[in-house]
C-alpha cells in the first residue's frame, strides 16, 4: 500500500504507523520548534511527548523509578542550556543503547568544531534547523525503517 495515497496518512510519505501507536519524544527548548514537530508527527499518526531540556527528557528516558517507556522516535535539539543533546546522547549510550537507533539531532549549528565533532563522532541522523517538512518526513522515515 502506498503511503502517500493511503487514506490513514494522507500525503504524509511517512510508512504507516504501526498498529501499537507509535510515540515520538520532541526535545527542544524552543517552544516554536517543539510545536511545528508535534503538529507535523502528530498528524502523521504520531503521539508525541514533549521535553524542554535534556534533564526533563532524561527524566522520562531514564527514570529514576518505574519502568522506561519506549519511544519509537527522539529528536532532540543539539544546544539546550542545561544538558545538551550530545550529553543526552551519551547518557542514553552508557544506560539505553538500544534507543541511539532512534535518535535524530536537530540544530542550526554543524559548522562549529563540537557540533561537527559530534555528528562525525556519532553519525547520529542530523536534522538542519530551519528545515522543511519534507525533509524532516524523509528523515523520519529512514530513522524508522532503520530501528
Not at 522516535?73 to 539505553?96: F, N, Q, S
Not at 534507543?99 to 562525525?120: E, H, K
Amino acid at each position: 500500500m502506498n503511503p502517500r495515497t493511503d487514506p490513514r496518512s494522507p500525503g504524509s510519505g511517512l510508512p504507516d504507523p504501526a498498529p501499537h501507536n507509535p510515540i515520538a519524544l520532541v526535545i527542544d527548548d524552543e517552544p516554536a520548534i517543539r510545536s511545528a514537530l508535534r503538529r507535523c508527527l502528530t498528524r502523521d499518526g504520531w503521539r508525541v511527548e514533549e521535553a524542554t531540556d535534556g534533564r526533563a527528557a532524561l527524566d522520562k528516558l531514564i527514570p529514576a523509578t518505574g519502568p522506561a517507556p519506549n519511544y519509537d522516535l527522539i529528536i532532540c535539539d543539539l544546544r539546550m542550556p542545561g544538558c545538551t543533546g550530545a550529553e543526552l546522547h551519551e547518557r542514553l549510550k552508557a544506560e539505553r543503547p538500544a534507543l541511539l537507533r532512534r535518535l535524530i539531532v536537530a540544530t542550526g549549528d554543524t559548522v562549529s568544531d563540537d557540533a561537527a565533532d559530534f555528528v562525525r563522532r556519532t553519525a547520529c541522523p542530523v536534522l538542519q534547523k530551519p528545515f522543511e517538512l519534507s525533509e524532516l518526513r524523509s528523515l523520519v522515515r529512514r530513522v524508522v525503517e532503520a530501528a
